[in-house]
């Protein structure tokens, strides 16, 4: 019995080891654009309407996010987050759930150029 006992507890340490060494999934970096370079660590200082000074910046760290749209849920990415809102890119992360009317990201930067 006690051999019965030593051989599963060798097992069951062994089968420990084999799962905290599997690879944990590394996601990708969704890096910021060129007009809104929100890197992490960055800040912006500008003034208001009021001549006080604002600050905005980014958390020092890419952190991890990911958006469900509809029944489609995206990847995990490392995204950078500004102001406490993760950024994709030109859009911003608002929504945590959206439906399937509905889109969870907020365009920040509008890229069409109209001929005037």
């Known amino acids: 019995m006690k051999h019965l006992f030593n051989k599963s507890l060798i097992i069951s340490i062994l089968g420990l080891y084999v799962i905290s060494c599997a690879k944990a999934k590394v996601c990708k970096i969704f890096p910021p654009r060129s007009y809104f370079p ?3 660590g960055s800040y912006w200082k500008y003034l208001d309407d009021n001549n006080d000074t604002i600050t905005s910046s980014t958390l020092s760290n890419y952190c991890k996010d990911y958006y469900t749209s509809g029944l489609d849920t995206s990847e995990t990415y ?4 500004y102001d406490g ?21 907020t365009h920040l930067v509008n890229l069409c150029l109209k001929n005037h």
């Open 38 to 40: 929100a890197y992490p």
């Open 78 to 81: 490392l995204v950078p987050f």
């Open 85 to 105: 809102t993760p950024i994709w890119g030109y859009e911003a992360h608002t929504g945590s759930v959206s439906y399937a009317t509905s889109y969870p990201l």
